[in-house]
């Protein structure tokens, strides 16, 4: 087995690729003055199963190409089969019509990946659990939530006093599912509206008791209004601490100091997506997926 990586997040591919006991395999990808880009696999890949390791988080157009271009090498190295991993799938979000007039973005996605020749999709914490069904190639979604479970244990959060939180109506399946392998902690969620032309979230009030301690489980923050939001109507409401976990820092425009300055104290991120120094911000802590990635792989 031979693994590669696109340029997006090079340190959890080398983390998988250690995980897996093997050195990340050679390939060039070299920019051309007006930006196009040329993809070369430099090791040989002959009848090996490879894997490739990609996100496609931002620059998504950009780091899609640069997949796109990985597979049609490897395919025309004669690699036997081809996984990728895109820990964070970029354009999930546009996944259907929200209004008359849109593409679904996604979709084309999916068709693209299928027509360069993915065999199989490794995918983390996916928008919505319908997005498999796009496919019509093997995907493993897998899922940060067992880590979440982990930290809250070991912070010994899953006390009487903690009540786990969905920001949205679209968050209650993996909030009931962490509230399960928290021996059914008790779980809320907040009325969240987005304002599809401008982007502003507002939240209606919280029906439900709020506990002292409120930790909030979202699949992305992007620019972080959601969580911002949903900490202040969590305070209004008589939570003390507010403590956050996201699987995929998407972490959009000014969204690191929003959080820092937000009404919460601590949020837990996955490196399904790369954060550059200049996005890391004192409240913030990463957990890795590598392990989580790794095994899926040595067991297939
Ligand atoms: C929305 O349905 C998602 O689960 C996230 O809550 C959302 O994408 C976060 O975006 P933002 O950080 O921009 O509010």
Redesign the pocket.
Known sequence: MKIFSGTSNKPLALAIADKLDLKLSELEVFVFPDGEKRVRIIDKVLDEDVIVVQSTSNPADENYMQLFFIVDALKRSGAKSISVVIPYLGYQ?QDHVFRDGEAVSLQVIVETLEAVGVDKIIALDL?SIKIPELFHLPIEHLSAISLFAKKIKENKWNDKNTVLVS??M??IRRIKLLSEELGNMPFISIE?N?DLTT?E?TVGDINEKVLPRAIVV??????????AVAANVLKKNGAEEVIVFATHP?F?ID?PKILQEGKLEKVYVTDTVFISKEKRFPKLEILSVSEMIAENIKSA
Do not use: E, L, Q, Y
């Not at 979202?218 to 969580?227: A, E, L, N, R």
């Open positions: 979000r928008h920001p949205d679209g968050g969240k987005r982007g979230v979202d699949d992305m923050i992007s620019s972080g209004k959601t969580i998407v959009s969204a």
